[in-house]
């Protein structure tokens, strides 16, 4: 499965984005989908992620109530909405993919396997 991130921009600190994930390959509908960051010269996180059905959600606490993420398996795309955002959401941000169907979305960047290239969001303040 090929993963396309795309959504990133520049935007003022409290501002918005959405971020999306579309999958392309095949279909990604039974996989969990994890999104992460990396910011310069720090490894890549966890920021939240996804169950294949979407009905359990996981976040880092630093965004917790700010970053929404969400999937639309008909469109095969996974979403993250960011509001309010700070400088220190600057980043690389990149989704993955667990291989594992049904599985848990479990914030563990070592059990996601299928990356897409990352998209670039800058919070100015």
């Known amino acids: 499965v090929q993963l396309q991130a795309s959504g990133g921009g520049l935007v003022q600190a409290g501002g918005s984005l959405r971020l999306s994930c579309a999958a392309s390959g095949r279909t990604f509908t039974s996989y969990p989908v994890g999104w992460f960051r990396q910011a310069p010269g720090k490894e890549r996180m966890f920021v939240a992620s996804i169950t294949g059905s979407g009905d359990r959600t996981f976040y880092t606490n630093s965004v917790k109530g700010r970053f929404t993420i969400s999937r639309d398996n008909a469109k095969n795309t996974v979403y993250l909405q960011m509001n309010s955002l700070k400088s220190e959401d600057t980043a690389v941000y990149y989704c993955?993919?667990?291989?594992?169907?049904?599985?848990?979305?479990?914030?563990?960047?070592?059990?996601?396997?299928?990356w897409g290239q990352g998209t670039q969001v800058t919070v100015s303040s």
């Open positions: 993955a993919a667990r291989p594992l169907k049904y599985g848990t979305a479990v914030p563990d960047i070592r059990l996601y396997s299928y």
